[in-house]
């Protein structure tokens, strides 16, 4: 079983930038693809952003490239969403994930996640 504990998120103003991080634990992580999605409020969860085992490979959704970027730490098991030039749009709960097939498709384990606000 995996286990994934979001943190990092909260309150920002637009144009602002927060520093997401998921803990992960109960897999071997460092042979594992990662993917960041996200719940707006009254919209299905969508994909965010997605890094390779090595971290060598990323892919992101069209709305955040060039102002997210993930990244991973294997020795710590810890994968990371830097996000910069936030807008109001960006207002949801971000959850991690490993995914089942690349880039897009999680496997059906969520943590908690965590909230991002961004005021405009």
């Known amino acids: 079983q995996v286990q994934l504990v979001e943190s990092g998120g909260g309150l920002a103003q637009a144009g602002g930038s927060l520093r997401l991080s998921c803990a992960v634990s109960?897999?071997?992580?460092?042979?594992?693809?990662m993917g960041w999605f996200r719940r707006a409020p009254g919209k299905e969860r969508e994909f965010v952003a997605a890094i390779s085992w090595s971290g060598d490979n990323t892919y992101y959704a069209d709305f955040v490239k060039g102002r997210f970027t993930m990244s991973r730490d294997n020795a710590k098991n810890t994968v990371f969403l830097q996000m910069n030039s936030l807008k109001a749009e960006d207002t949801a709960v971000y959850y991690c994930t490993t995914l089942v097939k690349w880039p897009t498709y999680p496997n059906n384990y969520w943590g908690q996640g965590t909230q991002v606000t961004v005021s405009s």
């Open positions: 109960g897999r071997t992580f460092s042979t594992i693809d």
